[in-house]
């Protein structure tokens, strides 16, 4: 039976950026299933009372240079943080389920990730969404049309609603079957699962 | 000059505990001089605002079994959380500052984080911490009545408003200089930290 690992994500968690680095690799390596599924933090905040660490000054002192310690560790671009940080990331979150319908959430994903965390980009704003579809292999004008579709809107409230309903808290978070991890730091963990299913 | 690895940590805290399995290793090979350095996890949440993850109800849903897969990852034995969890550890930090003053508090600490985290027992129990303070190699009698010392529970307070005051807002946190790390999976940018050094 195949093995699966399912990545909740969102577009606008930092975190969720470090881990879709290294997600590919590591179901290469453990012959595991990839499943990319975006979904919305806000919501998860809101529905499990859990907070971004940036509401804790202590914490959002921190943050920054957690952050570039990780994408130095990773091998990634220098860290930044977006401006418009805490993004709206509703409509990206809906344009990489429709990049899914095309088999294209792979490279849609790295060049949301990249636009938003590796050159400061706002991802709620329609030109960089237009710029990062194309650069994903998208036509802009069709894919952007497309996320006002019903069908897409509900796809993304239904990956959230699932998530939540099997444990979440946070993003990213992984699931090897009902197994659930959270966090980027977790990947350890989820490799170690993969290796022993 | 010496690079130096300051490990904060509270003897109730299941995530220094997972850190202090590994802190000796990571120091080694780095060519890092380690200091152990207790203090009170209670005291830093109440000064920051922060909380621990059992107040979240997703959260604490998480959190046994998200130890239990660090401790097989570290091949430590099966995972056990206290009765008294979340338990007083004044008594434990104070002992372990005594400890330290007779150069043991390395293997006291080990002893105590097996006591609490491998076989369940309670370190405010005046028992536990006898035992724990024989299998460190120290005399319970002794040790037990000098944690009364000003000194000593002086010692422990200023740790704990040292590391508030240099921006720990949980357990544990490291310092490689003024360089902060939180959390037992930020061991990964410690060893990068002290490598780069």
Known sequence: MAKTLEFFFDYASPYSYLASAQVEALAARTGAELR?????????????????PVTNPAKARYLLKDLADWARLLGLPDF?????FPTNSLQAGRLGLVAAEQGLIVPFSHAAYRAA?????????????TEVARAAGLEPEKVLARIENQEIKDALKRN??????????GAPTFFVG????????????VEQRLRAA
Chains 1, 2 share one sequence.
């Open 160 to 169: 959230t609603e699932e998530a939540i309903a099997r444990g979440a808290f």
């Open 178 to 189: 009902e197994d659930m991890f959270f966090g980027n730091d977790r990947l350890p963990l």
């Open 80 to 84: 930044r943080m977006p401006d418009s």
């Open 36 to 52: 990319w599924r975006p979904f919305l933090l806000g919501a998860v905040f809101k529905a499990t009372g859990n907070q971004s």
């Open 117 to 129: 965390f590796a050159e400061g980009k706002n991802l709620a704003d329609p030109a960089v969404l």
